[in-house]
């Protein structure tokens, strides 16, 4: 089953406008990291979160963490066109032994110039 | 630069034609992995190698095989393709386990099977 489901799946803003995007997941991890992709091509590492960190900030990005809820929001503040992508959670399964991310569904961003 | 390295970007087949899409990278990285990600979805892991240490999904089909000759080089292999295979397939590499580690993706490619 999904380990990170994302929320909402698309989201429509205007340039200058700050962006939500939250990820919730379903067991114990170790981290959480959060990735963005531009259409057609790979994707790119943001910020990593760790289990016993609640807030990160890199550059206009604001991360969250609540274990107690399980789950996690990105903030893009002042977005720009530039910042159109979509943009995964990615969590490890401490239970299941895996040494592997498991990815959200994705929340799909379009700023609007 | 250091990066992943991923040929061909597009890659076009025949129904049922083996296909061999390859990675390689300049990182010295551990891990290497090969995701499936279909249009508007999550990337899915298919498989993962820990250095030789070959490392399969329980829901991977027979289908899809891996072969790493050296750190640098990753192949993925697809024996029979099917319409279904159409996707996009990205490798990607960390420095040791990825519960602790950041992942570096490649551009992908882009499969059509016709």
């Known amino acids: 089953s999904q380990q990170g489901e994302e929320d909402p799946q698309a989201l429509s803003i205007q340039e200058g406008e700050n962006a939500t995007m939250n990820c919730s997941y379903k067991t114990s991890i170790n981290n959480l990291q959060w990735y963005r992709q531009n259409s057609g091509r790979g994707l790119v590492h943001l910020i990593l979160?760790?289990?016993?960190?609640r807030e990160k900030h890199s550059g206009r990005l604001r991360v969250t963490l609540d274990t107690s809820k399980k789950s996690s929001s990105l903030l893009i503040t002042a977005s720009r066109a530039a910042d159109t992508a979509s943009y995964f959670c990615?969590?490890?399964?401490?239970?299941?032994?895996?040494?592997?991310?498991?990815f959200g569904s994705g929340t799909r961003l379009q700023v609007q110039p | 630069d250091a990066m992943v390295i991923q040929n061909p970007r597009y890659q076009v087949t025949q129904f049922g034609k083996p296909v061999t899409l390859s990675c390689s990278q300049t990182?010295?990285?551990?891990?290497m992995y090969w995701y499936q990600q279909k249009s508007s979805q999550a990337p899915k892991l298919l498989f993962h190698y820990y250095d030789k240490d070959f490392n399969n999904e329980a829901d991977t089909p027979d289908n899809f095989q891996s072969r790493r000759p050296n750190t640098s080089f990753c192949f993925l292999d697809i024996r029979s393709p099917g319409l279904g295979d159409a996707a996009m397939y990205l490798c990607?590499?960390?420095?040791?386990?990825?519960?602790?580690?950041?992942?570096?993706f490649g551009p992908g490619t882009r499969l059509t099977v016709l």
């Open positions: 979160i760790r289990s016993n960190e």
């Open positions: 990182l010295n990285h551990n891990v």
């Open positions: 990607a590499t960390s420095r040791r386990a990825p519960r602790t580690d950041t992942q570096y």
């Open positions: 990615a969590t490890d399964d401490v239970g299941a032994g895996r040494r592997a991310l498991t």
